[in-house]
């Protein structure tokens, strides 16, 4: 059996447990606690350098880290049902879609970035949720237009997607962080539609054995 | 023939520019600038409504954003040369190494992240390139480490890869912001190979026609 080491409020390891629910793979979870910096013990820098999490460990013990980069090896081996269409056009605008939250949006609300502002900018509890918000409503305009010219049942597609991996966990995040959700409607329409899906249920942070 | 959106010194356009280069695919190149703003304009809206660049406009008109998409599109239909490895395996690595950049790094020192740094946490040039150095470092690091670890000619491949397509623009970028490139001798072999390889000496923003 694999093995997931996430932290259950981590928006990258929601995706990877979302990914892993919707393909009915089961992995033993080892919690990392980011609030006491487990992250960067010994033990699992020795499995990702970067200190970061999630990381799949496979049976034979090689890592994989990234939560795109650990959906689409999982997208490769476990094939049914597809997180990305086979047209190479609809394919990489999913990936696009999914890269504007996983790239443009969260990073640059990591807890790291965040502790730097905090420390290096002396911005408050104020500025940090203002900086978060800023760049999570910024992304999700760039979304919520995106999805207005879709009549698919899901973002792009009929069925959840590697974009809907990433988009639940944001707008959690976007909740944490008091983000006025109801100006993207569309957005929180594909959100209610996969917080019913028993895969999305099992991945919510708050059905993790580490929630706090 | 396909029409590229870019920016001479973009480090996305530059990730794809050589990925068109390494693929032998000539387009046509329409300079977005972003010193004053073009990537605003109606005109770029209307094809990216994110405001961003690089746009790949397809001959029939389809658009296709975010670099790392843009360029797995590339590899699913010009095949050869490869950008990424077939076994599952080593190419989520590759792409985890290429997130490492293009989502760990890249973002967080955005023109938009630097904006809203030096407006709103009043940074000015001293504290931009410290904030700019330091998400640029800390990435290296880790790269660094990964580098060390692998004896392949490249980063983990014989040839260059997506991976590739990323780190030479961000050691560009690096550079800019005064980083000590130094520091990290495994990546600059990389970058030394690469820029005496036709692709990426066509790619270079200094020969773009849009150079200032």
Not at 154 to 163: C, I, Q, R, V, W
Request: glycine share 4%; proline share 6%; net charge neutral.
């Amino acid at each position: 059996m694999m093995t997931l080491h996430g932290y259950w409020r981590s928006s990258a390891s929601y995706r990877v447990r979302i990914g892993l629910a919707l393909k009915g793979v089961a992995v033993k979870h080892v919690a990392v606690n980011l609030r006491d910096e487990s992250q960067k013990s010994k033990d699992h820098l020795a499995i990702n350098p970067q200190g970061f999490v999630p990381v799949l460990e496979l049976e034979n013990g090689a890592v994989l880290t990234q939560s795109l980069a650990i959906l689409e090896y999982l997208d490769a081996t476990y094939p049914d049902p597809a997180l990305l269409p086979m047209d190479p056009l609809l394919r990489s605008r999913v990936k696009a879609a999914a890269l504007t939250i996983a790239a443009d949006i969260s990073p640059i609300q990591n807890l790291s970035v965040l502790k730097y502002i905090r420390a290096q900018h002396d911005q408050g509890d104020a500025g940090v949720t203002q900086w978060a918000a800023h760049w999570i409503e910024t992304g999700f305009v760039t979304l919520e237009n995106i999805a207005q010219s879709h009549k698919t049942d899901f973002f792009m597609t009929n069925a959840p997607s590697l974009f809907e991996c990433c988009l639940i966990p944001q707008i959690y995040n976007a909740c944490r962080f008091g983000v006025d959700i109801n100006r993207f409607p569309k957005l929180m329409t594909i959100d209610a539609k996969c917080r019913e899906l028993p895969a999305f249920i099992a991945a919510a942070p708050e059905n993790q054995a580490d929630v706090i």
